[in-house]
């Protein structure tokens, strides 16, 4: 994540900062450069900097310092009007006065386009979210999901080649928000904009994004691909916040290249792929996925680490069996055990032997 | 459902109508609500809706004439305005009698000043010949106690009237119909006299005045009617009665007094005639103009008040305008919505901003903005009109800044107070706060989040104001107007005191005619227009921007 000003970059924040009330800063050294066509997901707590920084793209926020270009130019002092960008926003911000026709009519309108012309783009967007009979409607005539997609087409229709959204699904049900997921990200590939998507839920980052940058604290904390960023975090915040987490911690005891020895704080002693431990006595948090936790030592590869753990908790999900365990002290220890005819289903109180492989197992900063 | 066979209204489960059935349901807690609004309700209804009932209904209400002049008006019906003659004589003598009861009970004034809207004069003719009806019936009185001391005794007459076989107990309740709506009261009690029937038919105009006289006596003074002498109009009955009675088959009390009288009166005494009398009273009274405006008002309601109430009159040839000098009415009602508008605008352009200002400030800036606007309403209105008077004068602080300033010669300095432009700045003033808050409430639940989507759209900041922000802020607009001109277009204080001449609304003439000309039949006229204005445009309002988009709060 250098500040590269790589040609190839569409967009492209450089050293940018943002402060609010001048003593604490709420965006902190930012550097993000994206290519044309690409599907960026600011991924974050509330908080953590996220939406700032897409407020800032927009062109509502000015960066306090740094700059901010997009295809190469600078528009740290371009109005909002005048940078051609499309939004969606978190309550859709659609206008209860106009029409859905006179909703998407707005922007070409202000653009001087013609009648006929417009007519055309209005259908064409309207049709691409499939709501082309609901042209006369207004906005609250509408159920959430249509107002969505009509805010979808509006910051559509007048063809930009960059599309902001801020959690623009946060106020749909479960299946909608899916529905909806998939919608956006189709369109968003079928017409190659370059997206930049900001949500706090990390299922939607995962599922949609070609690449995830996870904030915290005014900072990138990794910038990744989906998988990347889920099987290898780069410290603990992330390994954290996304998916679900086992965390051991401990001390380091001995590194050698790609594996180092962790004494937990039971004193037990396991191996791990060092990730950003770097000396020996240093403390850590050992991370590991439910799912990659086994209690089949047949389906363990040899010199896999076994560790005692009793059954506190097991709940039974239909495709998987969520077992909460205590490991070396740790009494939010969870494995996920697919629901297979050889499964075993375990018992309250049960004393059992679990394991992993030393791969799956990473430690991270404490 | 395709194999349901029932096709009436839908039945609840124990076979009633499920509309019926879920009415009853609510009724009860349709009842209960209501108990609680019940106090409210009842205060309202009678402090507030029961007053302005009575008040709008004396616009109309004309009973005064009918009710002082019962007679003369039913006899007056008769009589044709367009022949251009005075009425007969059977009316100046209707009148005489009516006219005399009422000046006993002095109410005759009353029905003057009541004419005196639609003729002027007739105040001043009705007043002074209530004082000289006397002389009619003392002329006659004199002869007769001359010729016959018992003419002067209340006893005789009161034998005489009541007589030795049948009373009439229904003339003395008509009678005191007659003196109930003269006084405007129930009056109780018994009068302890009735007309003999015998002595109706014989002397029929002195037994109608004697009825009266016993009526106003018992009931009004409160005195035995056999211990005190009649009225001089009596007398002027007994001489009109005497001239064409036949007394030989009479026998009954002082029946030689009476043949004496009649001989007496045919010797001594010309005929009574009543027209000669009032035309010696005040020649007006055989104007026919009189009498057609009597003719005119004696309906019982009239339109008049608000004929008066636009510049009309009702005259006896029909409606017209009355004359460019009298005019009044149409042009302040003209000035008063004129103002009003006026003010509901600047209300608009000075508001507009400053709601806009608390709309979006942080909190801690709009709360100081808040109390800013909301310190006017702290203070008296008194004082802030005063505070107008002193700040607009010709020698007040804004003159004396232009003067000091050079901008204004000391000679010539602006005169702003006490016309239009003096009212409608400190109504403005006065009025602004409920135009920035109902807009500052509107203003509050419109999200940044529109300006935003309409900028990221590509419009400029006017543009996103002007189609996006504007036209949702209109249901405040709206609310803030109709509050401001409702209450503009019925102002009393400020105009009353910064206004003058020029700039005082139609308000100020209502309370005029309510404290001072006591018109109050032309005041609630004037306020029933005003009323209907208001909700002719309150109408208005609803079919063109919609009294849903109305957001108070």
Redesign the interface.
């Known amino acids: 994540m250098a500040a590269t000003s790589d040609s190839e970059a569409f967009v492209a924040f450089e050293r940018v900062q943002k402060s609010y009330d001048g003593e604490t800063l709420v965006v902190k050294d930012l550097n993000l450069t994206m290519p044309k066509g690409e599907f960026l997901t600011m991924l974050g707590p509330s908080g953590s900097g996220k939406t700032t920084c897409l407020m800032m793209l927009?062109?509502?926020e000015t960066a306090t310092y740094g700059e901010i270009k997009l295809d190469g130019t600078s528009i740290n002092n371009i109005?909002?009007?005048?940078?051609?960008?499309?939004?969606v926003?978190?309550?859709y911000?659609l206008?209860?006065?106009m029409t859905v026709a006179e909703n998407l009519s707005?922007?070409l309108e202000?653009?001087k386009m013609g009648k006929s012309e417009r007519e055309g783009k209005i259908k064409r967007a309207l049709d691409m979210v499939q709501m082309g009979d609901f042209a006369g409607r207004r906005p609250t005539q509408l159920s959430g999901g249509q107002q969505q997609r009509i805010a979808l087409a509006?910051?559509l229709v007048?063809e930009p080649e960059l599309v902001?959204m801020d959690e623009p699904l946060g106020a749909l049900d479960k299946q909608l928000r899916e529905h909806m997921q998939f919608e956006i990200t189709r369109l968003a590939h079928e017409l190659g904009i370059t997206t930049v998507y900001v949500t706090h839920d990390q299922t939607e980052a995962l599922t949609m994004s070609d690449r995830v940058a996870v904030f915290n604290d005014g900072r990138i904390q990794q910038l990744a691909a989906p998988d990347t960023l889920y099987e290898e975090p780069e410290n603990s915040f992330v390994a954290q916040f996304i998916g679900e987490n086992n965390t051991l911690e401990g001390v380091v005891k001995e590194i050698s290249g790609n594996t180092c020895t962790v004494q937990l704080d039971n004193g037990e002693l396991i191996s791990a792929r060092p990730v950003n431990v770097t000396e020996v006595g240093q403390r850590t948090q050992v991370s590991i996925r439910p799912e990659r936790v086994e209690t089949n030592k047949e389906r363990l590869q040899e010199g896999a680490h076994l560790l005692k753990a009793e059954v506190l908790e097991f709940v039974y999900m239909g495709d998987i069996f969520r077992t909460r365990l205590r490991v070396a002290g740790n009494d939010d220890f969870v494995m996920k055990t697919r629901n297979a005819p050889d499964q075993e289903r375990l018992k309250k109180g049960q004393m059992v032997e679990i394991g992993w492989l030393p791969d799956d197992c990473r430690a991270l900063d404490a | 459902m395709s194999d349901t066979t029932q096709n009436g209204p839908m039945l609840a489960a124990d076979g009633t109508p499920l509309k019926r059935s879920l009415n009853r349901a609510l009724r009860r807690q349709k009842l209960r609500a209501l108990m609680l609004i019940a106090p409210l309700l009842i205060f309202v209804l009678v402090t507030f809706i029961a007053p302005i009932a009575d008040m709008l209904f004396r616009s109309v209400e004309n009973q005064i004439v009918s009710d002082t002049l019962p007679t003369a008006t039913e006899v007056l019906e008769d009589w044709d305005h367009t022949t251009g003659a005075p009425p007969g004589e059977e009316v100046y003598q209707a009148l005489y009698y009516d006219l005399y009861l009422a000046a006993e009970a002095r109410a005759h004034t009353r029905l003057g000043t009541r004419l005196n809207y639609e003729y002027t004069g007739v105040s001043s003719l009705f007043r002074s010949t209530g004082r000289g009806l006397e002389d009619l019936g003392e002329e006659y009185q004199d002869i007769l106690e001359d010729a016959d001391d018992r003419w002067g005794e209340g006893a005789f007459w009161y034998e005489l009237m009541t007589g030795t076989g049948d009373t009439d107990a229904r003339l003395v309740r008509e009678h005191r119909a007659r003196l109930q709506a003269l006084e405007n009261a129930r009056l109780t009690g018994d009068v302890g006299f009735a007309p003999s029937v015998e002595i109706k038919e014989l002397l029929p105009q002195t037994t109608f005045a004697y009825t009266d006289f016993a009526v106003f006596t018992a009931l009004m003074d409160e005195d035995v009617v056999a211990e005190e002498d009649p009225w001089e109009g009596v007398y002027a009955g007994l001489a009109q009665d005497l001239e064409t009675a036949d007394l030989s088959g009479y026998d009954g009390p002082g029946a030689e007094a009476l043949v004496a009288a009649q001989q007496t009166l045919a010797e001594q005494a010309e005929p009574i005639n009543y027209t000669a009398f009032f035309e010696s009273e005040d020649k007006d009274w055989v104007s026919p103009d009189i009498w057609a405006t009597i003719q005119t008002y004696s309906s019982t309601y009239t339109g008049g008040y608000f004929l008066n109430a636009v510049d009309m009159q009702l005259t006896p040839d029909g409606i017209e305008m009355r004359p460019d000098g009298q005019r009044l009415y149409m042009v302040l009602f003209q000035r008063t919505l004129f103002m009003s508008l006026t003010i509901t605008l600047s209300c608009i352009l000075l508001g507009y901003p400053v709601a806009w200002l608390l709309a979006n400030l942080p909190a801690s800036k709009a709360n100081l903005l808040m109390i800013l606007v909301l310190l006017p309403f702290w203070t008296s209105l008194l004082v802030r009109t005063s505070a107008w008077k002193v700040m607009l004068q010709q020698q007040g602080v804004i003159n004396d800044v232009l003067v000091w300033l050079g901008l204004v010669d000391d000679a010539a300095r602006l005169v702003m107070i006490n016309n239009q432009f003096g009212t409608i700045v400190a109504m403005t003033h006065i009025l602004l706060p409920f135009m920035i808050l109902p807009l500052y409430s509107v203003m509050q639940g419109i999200p940044p989040s529109y300006l935003r989507a309409a900028k990221s759209l590509g419009a400029t900041n006017w543009t996103a104001f002007w189609r996006v922000y504007f036209p949702q802020s209109v249901p405040g607009i709206g609310a803030g107007s109709i509050l401001v001109f409702i209450l503009a277009i019925g102002y009393y204080i400020t105009p009353e005191i910064v206004g003058g001449r020029t700039g005082t609304f139609i308000s100020n003439r209502i309370a005029y005619h309510i404290s001072t000309s006591l018109n109050w039949g032309l005041a609630a006229a004037l306020g029933a227009i005003l009323l209907a204005v208001v909700l002719l445009l309150y109408w208005a309002y609803d079919r063109i921007v919609g009294i849903d988009n109305v957001k108070l709060g």
């Open positions: 927009a062109g509502f109005p909002p009007h005048k940078r051609g960008i499309g939004m926003f978190q309550n911000a206008f209860p006065h707005f922007p202000v653009r509006r910051a007048f902001l």
